[in-house]
């Protein structure tokens, strides 16, 4: 690959990480509209946030009034307690069974700064016997990530009151988490990067390996979720962007969020060691290509698993060192240590200066167009315990060192 397209591979995921969870997008209205065979009355009492129909999805357990305009909806999403979220909205601009807007005023599980400039209406206007709803949600928007999120979840909303309304009938999931969408999704992601390694039953090979590389590290997170108590965990593949882990709950304490992050590159470190031992038994035994098959595994995995442990903000790494440094200055140290180690693995691994340097600008520029891009809790995560973070700093130390060994073994061998 020449060293233009490279440039002008990492301008590209630059700019695309930019626009995904930085870009100033500003105030944006999200706004779908859908025609629906069913009374006003029935659609009215769907929506509005009091209507005898408002749990019909399972996403509201119980609406209450508080006083005036205030409504607080008990949902089924689970807070760090593991209990029901609560929500309280302020409506405005009510017009039974025609339309109504609301604002969120308290958040038992976001930051009051996340819902500042949220607004949301619904609207319903009656055609012979049909009508036509609408639902608008109008917010400020870092990102076009947030943004491109409300909009499939405000037509798989409105897709589904349709559902309901017509047949009586609601539908949990959607498409796009279906096992089959998924299934779809991972081969998807085993053929995008299938160019770049070259159009050939080898590269081919190399792209598969990539995507199962990126499915075992996610697998490593869910397990940490479990293991942190939650009930519900799942892999989403995103093509292109690779893959996520999605847990149940929001976190709890900064110790889970540590724990969380290291474990999709501390799972991984168990899969390189035996790959990395597998592989010199089989070179051994004279099975070459065993050998060699399973050296390009290991050390794909470690690579891809030591870029995640890099200082980045909304990478692994920057997520474990931003729980366990107890101040700014120990982060900062933390993060430059941590990087130059991470280059000088690098320079083992015989990369050229330029790739090095290349690389160290790479994630000093990804630190600061993600920094500040993830959304506050409402209240302080439980801190972590002065043992617990000696604990996850030799734990990424470990982890660090297995992946960087394993990017220089695999590099000086498949050089020869």
């Known amino acids: 690959m020449s060293a233009i397209a490279i440039a002008f591979l990492i301008a590209l995921n630059l700019g695309v990480i930019y626009l995904l969870i930085a870009a100033p997008i500003g105030v944006r209205t ?3 509209s859908r025609t629906i065979n069913a009374t006003s009355e029935k659609l009215w009492e769907a929506v509005w946030l009091l209507g005898r129909e408002t749990t019909w999805s399972g996403q509201v357990l119980e609406a209450t009034p508080v006083t005036g305009d205030m409504i607080r909806l008990r949902l089924s999403w689970r807070g760090r307690d593991d209990r029901p979220i609560e929500r309280t909205y302020r409506v405005f601009d009510v017009i039974p069974h025609e339309r109504f807007s609301a604002t969120v005023v308290e958040d038992n599980s976001l930051d009051p700064s996340f819902w500042a400039n949220y607004r949301e209406t619904i609207s319903l206007v009656g055609k012979d016997r049909t009508v036509e709803v609408t639902f ?11 943004l491109v999120f409300r909009y499939f979840a405000l037509r798989r909303e409105i897709g589904r009151l349709k559902s309901w309304a017509e047949t009586g009938k609601f539908r949990q999931g959607g498409i796009f988490e279906h096992p089959l969408t998924q299934i779809g999704f991972a081969v998807l992601s085993a053929f995008i990067p299938w160019p770049l390694f070259g159009l050939t039953r080898t590269g081919l090979f190399y792209s598969a390996v990539l995507t199962a590389v990126v499915a075992l590290h996610e697998l490593g997170h869910m397990a940490a979720f479990r293991l942190m108590g939650h009930r519900r965990v799942r892999m989403i593949f995103i093509p292109l962007l690779g893959g996520v882990a999605i847990g149940g709950r929001p976190y709890d304490s900064r110790f889970e969020v540590a724990f969380v992050a290291l474990m999709g590159a501390g799972f991984s470190a168990f899969v390189v060691a035996i790959a990395w031992g597998w592989s010199v038994h ?12 399973l050296m390009i595994f290991a050390g794909c995995s470690a690579l891809f698993n030591l870029a995640n442990l890099a200082p980045m903000w909304k990478f692994d790494g920057g997520q474990v060192l931003r729980q366990i440094c107890p101040n700014a200055p120990a982060l900062a140290t933390a993060s430059f ?21 290349v690389a160290g600008v790479v994630v000093a ?3 600061l167009i993600t920094a500040g891009s993830g959304v506050k809790p409402r209240y302080e995560l439980k801190p972590i315990l002065r043992r617990d973070r000696w604990a996850m700093a030799a734990a990424l130390m470990a982890v660090f ?4 060994a394993g990017v220089v073994w695999a590099a000086r061998n498949l050089i020869q």
Do not use: K, Q
């Not at 608008?136 to 947030?146: E, I, P, V």
């Not at 070179?283 to 098959?293: E, P, R, V």
């Not at 060192?401 to 960087?404: D, L, N």
């Open 30 to 32: 999200v706004r779908l």
């Open 136 to 146: 608008s949600r109008t917010d400020r928007y870092r990102g076009l990530a947030m």
């Open 282 to 293: 089989a070179a051994s035994a004279g099975d070459i290509y065993l050998a060699n098959l």
């Open 337 to 357: 240590a941590l990087l130059i180690v991470l280059l000088g693995f690098g320079y083992l691994a015989g990369f050229s200066t330029r790739v090095l340097i």
């Open 365 to 367: 520029l990804l630190s």
């Open 401 to 404: 060192t297995i992946h960087g």
